[in-house]
């Protein structure tokens, strides 16, 4: 995404990864969160398609799910899922080898571009002062080549080695932030009915340190996500698995995974230990000609699967610093920009995580009576389709976490409640009619303000 908006900005982008970057979905070894579920959201839709048109209509066509969010989207928090919102809104669905294989077939295709696999990033050339980043050295088939450019885009994710070079060369590296939470997930893969769409979220909350997904991907399967915080694992054997689904507080995700033919019997295990941030954006000095993006900037409990969606509109942020000539302290004016995108991700995924009195890291000021408010708000939602509606904004990365606070969301949550008198308006996933025909729900509108037209600042 990052390699879209530099070819509009440059003569000639040159996209390196040290893996070697195949013509088919297949999962990489450096990227080894590939097999886990990836769920894309509204704002990352918006933004994927602002960048690439045509882009989820080629995942549709691929095997893709869209999926009918306020028909097949089943969330359970509080007790209870929650019911319908009386909004439509859509959500994406795909192996996370199948959103890349596309993607780098419309990167590869643009004009400018080229992609080299097996070309591992080593070191950044700079100027005698080290006062500018002036190019990158690479592994390139058993030798070191250096290769000079004027903008360096460390997109290496988690394992960013920018900080440590910042620090080597007499540079303040970023502050860390780090929230740590001894998180894993597994990922089974089981067969779907092409007509059911589904997607399950029985998320890990406060105490319960057990979660379970389950996401329709493409080729007529499900992917059924098991996780567990704090050390509380998930197995990777198929009964224990079952075990570990069936203390799950619903049993729809132990159901489907007896009920349904296993693709594979492999289950893959992904730990996740912390959230991390860098705070980039609170340096006063940072070299000129490479800028920082994505994991690499900030990596979060990918509970709430925001990351990808982030990465999007980090490009976009990109576009709009690129937009003005002036390239002076280009990289700081980036990530001023890019923190208010990481921002309301990190709120959002670090709030959850502390509401485990085992999370440790900095506790942001006003997380406890957020969670208190948030678990409020949930209950509320089993019966109320409003509030359904305003979380289903902050999921899907339309609104910020603030917006739940307004004072409109804020009556509906505190005012005296009813709930045991009420009967939940969502039904149980299990009583799910599939549907024989397309859906005819209009998509919702792309995100406010983030046009790759509009200009710098807006
Ligand atoms: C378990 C799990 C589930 C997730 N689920 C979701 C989800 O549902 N929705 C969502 O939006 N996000 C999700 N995410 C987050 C998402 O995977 C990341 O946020 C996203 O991939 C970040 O993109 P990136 O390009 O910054 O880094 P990555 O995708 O990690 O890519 C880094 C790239 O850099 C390359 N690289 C690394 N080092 C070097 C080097 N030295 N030289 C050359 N190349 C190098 C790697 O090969 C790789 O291609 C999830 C993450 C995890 C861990």
Known sequence: ?????????????????????????????????????????????????????????ELRTAGGVVINGRRDFYMYSQGDFLAAGSEPFQLYAATRPLYEQLLRRRVSGLDGVVLRGNCPFLEYLADDGVTS??????????????????????ATGRTSQTPNWLEKYGYTPPATEEVHVDLAYSANLIERPADDRRMIGVLAEAPRTRGGAVL?????????????????????????SKDFAASLPTPIVKDLLDDRLRVSDEI????????RRYRYEELDRFPDGLVVMGDAIASFNPIYGQGMSVAALEALMLHHTLATDDREQFGLRFFARAAEVVEPAWMLATGADFGFSQTEGDRPRGTAFFNWYLARLFRKAHTDRELTNSFTRVLSMQQPPTSLLRPGVMWRVLRPGQRDKQASLRESPHNHVASHIEDDETDPSPREGNSIDATDGA
């Open 216 to 240: 329709p991907v493409e080729d007529n399967r499900w992917l059924v996500n098991l996780h567990g915080i704090h050390g509380d694992h998930p197995p990777t054997d198929v009964n224990e």
């Open 1 to 57: 995404m990052a390699a879209r908006v530099l070819a509009d900005a440059f003569d000639e982008v040159t996209v390196l990864d040290r893996d070697t970057l195949p013509d088919e979905p297949v999962a990489r070894r450096g990227v080894p969160q590939a097999r886990q579920i990836h769920i894309l959201w509204e704002a990352g839709r918006a933004t994927l398609e602002e960048l690439f048109p045509g882009y989820i209509e």
């Open 268 to 275: 893959a295990f992904y730990p996740f230990p912390s959230n």
């Open 133 to 154: 980043v002036k190019g990158v050295v690479i592994r390139d088939g058993g030798s070191e080549k250096e290769l000079a450019a004027d903008l360096v885009v460390d």
